[in-house]
């Protein structure tokens, strides 16, 4: 008989084939600037912990000083049994951070963009996409009744297109949503949020934005997209994110109007299905916030080194896109090149993972660097100069 699992094996095997398999790399200790992964101290160059908090002693502390006072569990989800002080104490600070009216912490980013959007809009809805949007929201589009158009990447113009046709739309749609990442986290590039508000506004569509990778890194204050545009709150209806990223913890939020947060508690599955944040994920992300606000040379340090590695990276004649942000990719074709010079910077003491399709294009495999506010100038240096080596050897520059 058959084995039904036969499948399993075998499209594995086919993606190893095709060097399309993830390789996973194991840390041996935190994600520090140098740190111990499959037993090499290497130089990390491609994590989503910008700015080096998720080591912070401050929110260490934080998190320890919470299982001491409220355990290692929530014991529910939210609207049961699961909301703590903490996690209503971190959404009023998250709130004021932002400076909007409320803010609502989910799980995870992947958990917000899943249960919110398909709550947005539904049947008699549109909603329009940047059409490299990250794999969450499109999960969640899809996960919702509503029609579906997409715009070309970060055109504002071909979004104004879209817009007008909708407006033509018989039956009219009850309701519009454009939705767009901040920072596209492949290219390193910047939603024109600013134009792309303007132009939903024109056509009273609502406007969705996931700042996953502009938290902590745009804006005054690593405020994020909303704020880098010093745009009105009236102008972007739900601001997403995650602290996933530069804060260095866990958990995707919101932010926006009063009514939107009382709107997405009672109505997101899967913020009112999945258990709650443990204690010390709520008490390091609200300890995450108040380094933020008191210590800005994070923010001015991962600048200052983004600056510089992508000046120096261009001149040594890498193609590294068109990125405006500390992600920084090196783009080098087909797969298995990219496969290469990430061992080969793995050797040298970098660590710097290939991304291939189908997260990008299949000739446009890269490697993602991102940079980090906690490595030193040496650091910086050390990283160029394995770079520099192993993009001769492999003749990439
Ligand atoms: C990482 C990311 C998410 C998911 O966030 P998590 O909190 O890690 O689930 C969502 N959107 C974008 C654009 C991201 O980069």
Known sequence: MRDPTSFLGEEYRQLVKDDLDWRLRVLQ?????WCEID???VLMF???NYLGLSNHPKMKEAAHRAIDTHGVGSGSV???AGTMDLHMELERRLARFKHAEASLVYQTGFATNAGLIPQLAGEGDLIISDELNHGS???GVRLSRAERAVYRHADADDLERV???AEEHV?????ILVITDGVFSMDGDIAPLDRISAAAAKHGAMVYVDDAHGEGVLGPGGRGIVAHFGLARDRVHVEMGTFSKAWGVVGGHISGSTDLVKFAYNKSRTWLLSGSHPPPVAAACLAAIDVLESEPEHVERLWTHTRRFKKEMRDLGFDIGKSE???TPVIVGESGRAQKLSLRLFELGVFALPIVYPMVAKDKARIRTIMNAALTPEDVTTAIAAFEKAGRELSLI
């Open 29 to 33: 200790g935190p994600s520090a600037p």
């Open 39 to 41: 037993g090499k101290r």
């Open 46 to 48: 491609c994590s989503n």
């Open 78 to 80: 939210r609207p049961i």
């Open 137 to 139: 929201i499109i999960d």
């Open 163 to 165: 817009l007008a046709n």
């Open 171 to 175: 039956p009219a749609y009850r309701r």
């Open 325 to 327: 942000t500390p992600i």
